[in-house]
C-alpha cells in the first residue's frame, strides 16, 4: 500500500500544490484569479491540504524561457512534499511533449496525481495515463505551433504591405512610433554609414560616439556590433523586411516601407555590401592583437603564443600560424609548439559556442558577481518583462478597434519604459565586470559572434576558457584536438 494510500485509510489529508499561469492573451483562458479560484475549490472537493500555490509571472508554457515556480513544483515533488498537482487546465504546465513525458515519469515515480478543473488531469499509474497525457500534451503543442504560424504569416503580410511594425524595443534613429525621426541618432546613422564606405572601422566610429554620448535605445553603450546591426537592418533605409534563417545573413526585403527612410536604399546596399564582405578588416588599429587567441592561449610551456608564419610548404605556401612567444624571444627553453591560425581559431570558437549555447547566463553573471542578489532580481525582471512583450507583439495584429489599440499602446510603452531602466541597470551591475555580460538580451550567439569586434570576441574567450597547446607525437599530420587543451575557467 502506498504511502498516499496510508495517509488516506488514516484519515490524514493529501498534500496539494496549485500551478497558475498568467496569460495576457484573454482568449487563452482564465486569468490567474480565477485559476486559483478554480484550484482551491478542487482541493475543497478532494479534500486537500494546499500547501503551496504557484503562480508563473507572465512566463509562457511553450516560449523556452525559464519558469522558477514551475522548476520550484518539480523540486516539491522530488522531495516528496507534494501528493497531488492541481492545475485549471494541463495545458497552464505544458505545451512540449518532451517536457510532458520528463514531468509524467516524476510524478509516477513519486506517485503524484494532476487534477485539472477544465478537462483531463493526469494519473501516471493508470494503464493509459501517460498515453492519453501525451496525446494531450501533442496536442497543445501542435495549437501553438500553429498560433505561432499564423503569427508569424500575418505579420509578413503586414510587411509586405509597408506597414509600421511596433515592436519591443524602440528603433535608434526613430521614435516609439515607428515613423517620426530622431534627428540627432539619424545624424549619426548617416555619418556612420559614410564612413564605413569610405573604409573608416566601426570601433572608431562608435568609440567617437561614446564619447559624444551616444548610446543605445536602451541607454546601453553603442557597440559595434550593435552599429554593424543597425547598418545592415533595412528599415533604415525605408524598406520593410523579414528575417532569414543563418547567422550574419542580412534580411530578406519583401517592401517599401510606409514611413520616411533615414538614407537611400542605394546606400543600404552599399553597407551590405561593405560589412559582409570577408576581407573587410576588423581590427587595424595600432598594434592590438588581430587573431583570436594571441596572449590567450598558452605552449606546453607556459608562455603565451603570438601569431607568426609557417615556412613554406613543399607547394611553396605559408600559412599563418600560433608559435610560443617564448621560443621566438628566447627566453625559455622548449619544448615548444605551434598550430595553424585557422584551424585552432576554429576549434575554439566552436566550443565557445557551444559553451554558450548551454550557458544559464543569469546563473552565470550572478554567480561572479558579488552585490546580495540585485544582478539576479534583475536579470529576472528583464526575463519578466520580455515575455510580457513577446504576448503583446503577438496581439497586436489581432486587435479590431480604437480602444483596444490606444490600450495596447500604453501597455507597450510602459513596458518598453521599464526594459529600458532594467537594462541599464544590469549594464551599470555587470557591463564593468565581465565580458559576457554583453551577450544580454543576444537571442542568436552564433550572429552575435560573427558581427562582434575582435576585442569583444577575445574578451569573451579570455573570461571563459584556458587553451593550452600540446606537443604532436612525431608523424602526426594534420589537426587534431585531441593535442588542445582546452578548459572551462569556472566549473559548472
Known sequence: MSNQQNKQHAGQQLRAVSYARISLDRREGAGVERQQADTRKLADLHDLDVVAELVENNVSAWSGKKR?????????IRAGQVDRVLVWHTDRLHRNVGELVDYLDLTRSHGVKTLAKQGNGYDP?????KFLATVLGAVAEQESDHKSERVRRAIRQSRERGEVQRTRYRTFGYEHDGETIVETEAQFLR??????????????????????????????????????????????????SVAVAGHDRPREVIGVGQWEPIYSPETHEQLVAALTNPNRATNREGTAPRHLLTGIATCVCGGTVCASTAPANRQGVRHPIYRCRTKRDNFTPGPHVSRRIADLDGYVKAYVLDMLARMDLSDYLTSTTDDGGKLDRLLTERARLETVLDDLEARYLTLRTDRERAQWDRLN??????????????????GDTSAVAQLVGVTDIAEWWEGAELDDR?????????????PVPRGGRGFDPEYVDIRPRRAD
Request: charged share 30%.
Open 68 to 76: 522558477p515556480e514551475y522548476a520550484r513544483l518539480l523540486d516539491m
Open 191 to 240: 555619418d556612420a554609414a559614410r564612413r564605413v564606405l569610405d573604409g573608416d572601422t566601426l570601433r572608431r566610429i562608435c568609440r567617437e560616439g561614446q564619447t559624444a554620448g551616444v548610446t543605445t535605445t536602451t541607454g546601453g553603450t553603442m557597440t559595434t556590433t550593435a552599429l554593424r546591426r543597425l547598418l545592415l537592418n533595412p528599415r533604415i533605409a525605408g524598406l520593410s
Open 458 to 470: 577575445r574578451g569573451v574567450v579570455a573570461e571563459l576558457v584556458t587553451v593550452r597547446l600540446l
Open 413 to 430: 510603452r510602459a513596458t518598453l519604459d521599464a526594459l529600458d531602466e532594467t537594462t541599464r541597470a544590469i549594464d551599470d551591475a555587470a
Open 125 to 129: 499509474e493508470a494503464a493509459d495515463g
